[in-house]
Every structure is written in C-alpha cells, then in structure tokens.
C-alpha cells in the first residue's frame, strides 16, 4: 500500500521560508515521479513542481514559483522536499504530495498522479 505523508507546513510571513516534507512508504521515489499540488480555498488545485529520476534528475516548475521553490528528494530516505523561500501572501494553500504509478514524464495534470497525500496548510501572511 503507497502512502504519502505531508509534514513542514505552517503560519509565517511574507518573505520568510518554509521546507515541505513528504515522507513516502510502499513505494520507491526512482519508481515515480513525485510532485507537489496546491489548492487555495475557493481555487483549483494547482501544479506547483514535480521531479523524476531518469539517467539525470529532471524537474519542472509552475512559472511563479521558479527561483523561490525548490524540490528534490533523498532516495534514502523516501522523501522529497519542497523548499519555499520568499514566500508570498499568494502562496497561501493547501500544499499536497502526488506520485505517479510510473516514472519519466513530469505531468501537471493532477489525474496523472495516482497516489496523494492529506496535505499540509501554508499560511502566509503579509
């Protein structure tokens, strides 16, 4: 059974930053790519990075968030990692963990991503 567990998020201030956990059982990262979705109330969820392991690691990035966030993984650990750095009141969300059933593209539909987890709240205030 995959599970994917959120921890890391929090109340802060805009232009603070915050690291995003998300600890993964039942299933190894180099066999998935793992993303990172958020959804603000009243809005859509929405693609914010997603990353693979190929030959080489591949990323991808919703366009405003590229040169503040960062993900990665530690295959050791089975966990990716969203960095957030000056983070802003817009970024106030829902910020959920997905993972694919296979590995190679790096999709920002969310009904790409078969395996979710029960999210973690970012606030940001101004």
């Known amino acids: 059974q995959v599970q994917l567990e959120e921890s890391g998020g929090g109340l802060v201030q805009a232009g603070d930053s915050l690291r995003l956990s998300c600890a993964t059982s039942?299933?190894?990262?180099?066999?998935?790519?793992m993303a990172w979705f958020r959804q603000a109330p009243g809005k859509e969820r929405e693609f914010v990075a997603a990353?693979?392991?190929?030959?080489?690691?591949?990323?991808r990035y919703l366009d405003s968030v590229k040169g503040r966030f960062t993900i990665s993984g530690d295959n050791a650990k089975n966990t990716v990692y969203l960095q957030m750095n000056s983070l802003k009141p817009e970024d106030t969300a829902i910020y959920y963990c997905?993972?694919?059933?296979?590995?190679?593209?790096?999709?920002?539909?969310?009904?790409?991503?078969?395996?979710w987890g029960q999210g973690t709240q970012v606030t940001v205030s101004s």
């Open positions: 039942g299933r190894t990262l180099s066999s998935s790519t």
């Open positions: 997905a993972a694919t059933r296979t590995t190679g593209d790096l999709p920002t539909r969310h009904y790409a991503y078969a395996y």
């Open positions: 990353i693979t392991w190929r030959s080489v690691t591949l990323t």
